[in-house]
């Protein structure tokens, strides 16, 4: 009798110890903290220079049948005076990307909740910092207006299988809460901040995102298309804005040096307006090297600025998860918007030193 209990007993703490071998929970972060100079200020103390410094949670339970459960929370720290940093109009846990999602390889993955989508991935695949460093710490993507629409409350979001290389993302808003119903769509990365651009949606139209990409080997290519609902008069915009802003963005691997492009068109407007830059990046010694060149032409009607852009840095790696960095950028802005705009972009030289660590 002692025999079979204990074989029982064995059976049982086998099967709970499979159990939650099927479940998983982990605590993910970056921090990073550096010393910045920007044209027209003194020298300070920054937070996420190189990256935005954030933590987060992620877990995954598997339902069987190649099915499984996942969520995310990913929230934006200040590492120079603490506390959470502001992620469009948030500050609070989980204002970088809260998902539930469901899903499996062969089936791909639906989410409800709010992140990133689109063409995000397409612009940070077509950046060789990556979106670092810079004025925005967003490298070559502070160039475009898709920079700030990027993480939208509210979404129903399906990322599909990869076919051989090729998949696809698709995000679709609708309204929600009293809090956060009617969207705001940006004129410019310089203007509307806040609350005022999280939606994606209206309360009476819904907004989407789209992005498309081949991944395989050494070749990237991204096409994505963004769709706000338009709110006459906003911003000295008509009601074109409800048009699509369309994003392309690539990059190739010759193992010794990668090239990057990126290219967008902003429809929303009386006039498009368009934005694209080239880059490259390589290893050197312990660490990389990166550059990249643009012009930002993604004004609305208020904003006609005109930005040249371009920037050098290199990370070196002291081990697997902390990296020291460096970065030059030069920004020169010009055009109508000059005064409007320099809350985006100050013209002149911006350097930046800092560390991060990854845990």
């Not at 769509?185 to 806040?194: E, F, I, N, S």
Request: charged share 15%; aromatic share 10%.
């Amino acid at each position: 009798m002692t025999l079979k209990k204990s074989l029982v007993t064995l059976a049982v703490l086998a099967s709970c110890g499979a159990a939650m071998a099927q479940s998983s929970v982990a605590m993910f972060g970056l921090l990073d903290v550096g010393i910045e100079k920007i044209p027209g200020a003194s020298a300070r103390v920054s937070t996420g220079r190189g990256t935005f410094s954030s933590f987060g949670f992620r877990g995954t339970e598997d339902l069987g049948g190649g099915l499984q459960a996942s969520f995310l929370i990913d929230t934006g720290l200040s590492t120079d005076k603490a506390g959470f940093s502001t992620q469009s109009g948030l500050a609070s846990i989980g204002n970088r990307a809260t998902w539930l999602s469901m899903g499996s390889k062969d089936l791909g993955k639906f989410s409800l909740g709010r992140g990133y989508a689109g063409a995000y991935f397409t612009l940070r695949r077509s950046d060789p910092t990556g979106r670092a460093f810079g004025q925005g710490t967003s490298g070559a993507m502070s160039l475009y207006s898709n920079n700030i629409q990027l993480r939208f409350d509210n979404l129903i979001r399906y990322e599909t299988p990869n076919w051989n290389g090729f998949s696809a993302d698709l995000a679709l808003g609708l309204q929600g809460d009293a809090q956060s119903d009617t969207a705001r769509p940006l004129v410019d990365a310089g203007t509307v901040t806040g609350s005022a651009v999280r939606n994606i949606s209206t309360a009476n139209k819904p907004g989407y995102t789209l992005g498309t990409q081949y991944a395989n080997g050494p070749v990237f290519v991204g096409v994505t298309v963004l769709r706000t609902p338009g709110v006459a008069g906003f911003g000295g915009a008509a009601s074109s804005n409800s048009k699509n802003t369309w994003t392309l963005g690539a990059s190739y691997d010759l193992r010794v040096v990668k090239l990057f492009a990126g290219f967008e068109s902003d429809r929303r407007y009386s006039s498009n307006r368009s934005a694209g830059h080239i880059g490259v990046s390589a290893p050197l010694g312990a660490g990389k090297i990166m550059a990249w060149y643009g012009q930002d032409q993604n004004g609305g009607t208020t904003l006609n600025d005109k930005v040249k852009s371009g920037s050098v840095a290199y990370t070196y790696n002291l081990s697997k998860r902390t990296d020291v960095y460096a970065a030059v950028i030069e920004d020169s802005v010009g055009g109508a918007g000059v005064t409007a705009n320099n809350s985006r972009f100050r013209d002149g030289t911006t350097t930046q030193v800092g560390i991060r660590h990854r845990f």
